[in-house]
């Protein structure tokens, strides 16, 4: 194995997420298009080999944050739909055209200065309009939709490709009214802007809960994010899943974050373990120090609450998680050595450290814990 020289790294598991893939495929069906969301460094499992691998498993579209996420996606040679999610300012327009990404629009600035670049560059540009049914979040009013439409349909080398919106209140529910008046207003904004004369080929609501949860949602596209890395949106959506008697297998966690031990060391009973003496060895203690700290996403508010698997065990941490370092308690693991290989998040052995439990400990989601693993340490495809 190349991780031979590796200190704090990512494992991604291509049959996993390969499996994730074709989990959602067939659940949604051979009419419906997936669109894996690979924003945020593909949700800390890394941009590039994620893309490479949902493409290869039969996702159709990429949909990422930013412009340098596009642009990191071709530059690794991949010529798939993008589609972009976030915001791209008005400088970085001419880039998304060169780039062939379908932009998510939402503001007359954009459409006019994109119109202006696709005529100069005789190139088409691809939108995507956000409607806004209610999230209040990105989006276009119904009332002013049709006139949005009309000022694409103004620039001959503009085309409205998509009609999109998102849903606010999905995950957190067992009890889904909010999203039906949602998804009512998202069909009467098609209806509406369809009698005008506007046809939009691809229409997209669905994020992973509402796929997994409402086929209605589904029209012709699927935006799935965390479930192609095998973590549910969340318990509500589990529930709600396993109420209605969804068909969805289990889902298999992608990520595993190792680390190795630094050094093994005794601490005597009535010593202090770490920053601001914050813990207390009340019996003689067996440490090791691990080279991973809150820089590389390992939250501080685990300090004496989170644990790590070595050899197979839970070694809880002991005292202040620091910048670049933990202390975990071995006294129960008297095997344990310098070198060792530690999991912090994810499986070893018959045990695991799952992204709910820290997320549960730090009174977060599975979503944020992933997704703030350091970018730059190593992602190897295992
Ligand atoms: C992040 C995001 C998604 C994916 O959501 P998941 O819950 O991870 O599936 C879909 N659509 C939009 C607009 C998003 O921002």
Not at 21 to 35: E, M, S, Y
Not at 117 to 142: C, D, P, S, Y
Not at 317 to 325: F, K, L
Request: with cysteine; proline share 4%.
């Amino acid at each position: 194995m190349q991780q031979g020289n590796l200190l704090n790294w990512v494992e991604i598991s291509r049959r996993a997420l390969a499996q994730n893939v074709l989990r959602f495929k067939t659940h949604i069906g051979p009419a419906v298009k997936l669109a894996a969301v690979v924003k945020a460094n593909a949700y800390g499992h890394g941009l590039v080999g994620v893309s490479r691998i949902v493409l290869e498993s039969g996702a159709d579209w990429l949909a990422v944050n930013s412009i340098e996420e596009a642009e990191q996606v071709r530059a690794a040679g991949i010529a798939a739909p993008v589609l972009c999610l976030g915001y791209v300012p008005l400088s970085q327009l001419e880039k998304a055209v060169r780039l062939d990404v379908r932009l998510t629009v939402y503001n007359p600035a954009t459409v006019e200065r994109l119109g202006e670049i696709a005529g100069r560059l005789g190139r088409k540009a691809r939108l995507h309009v956000k409607v806004e049914t209610g999230t209040n979040r990105q989006g276009v009013r119904r009332e002013e939709l049709p006139d949005f439409a009309r000022m694409i349909a103004g620039y001959p080398h503009l085309v409205l490709e998509g009609l999109s919106t998102h849903y606010a209140n999905i995950e957190d529910v067992t009890e889904h009214r909010f999203a039906e008046l949602q998804l009512r207003n998202f069909s009467e904004a098609c209806s509406m802007l369809e009698s005008q004369g506007f046809s939009v080929p691809v229409r997209h609501t669905a994020c992973t809960a509402a796929a997994i949860l409402f086929p209605r949602t589904l029209f012709n596209m699927a935006r799935v994010g965390i479930g192609l890395y095998g973590l549910w949106p969340s318990k509500e959506t589990r529930i709600s899943a396993l109420q209605a008697g969804v068909a969805l297998n289990e889902l298999e966690p992608v990520l595993t974050w190792k680390t190795r031990i630094a050094q093994v060391k005794p601490v005597k009973s009535g010593e202090t373990i770490g920053y601001g003496c914050t813990d207390l060895a009340t019996q003689d203690t067996r440490l090791a120090v691990l080279p991973v700290g809150y820089y590389d996403g390992y939250d501080r508010k685990l300090s004496s609450i989170g644990y790590v698997l070595i050899r197979g065990r839970r070694a809880p941490v002991r005292g202040r998680v620091c910048m670049n370092m933990i202390m975990v308690d071995v006294t129960n693991i008297p095997e344990a050595r310098v070198e060792d290989e530690v999991v912090l998040l994810g499986r070893q052995g018959d045990d695991s450290v799952s992204a709910e439990v820290l997320a549960g400990k730090i009174g977060t989601i599975n979503y944020e814990v992933v997704t703030r693993i350091n970018p730059l340490l190593p992602r190897i495809i295992v």
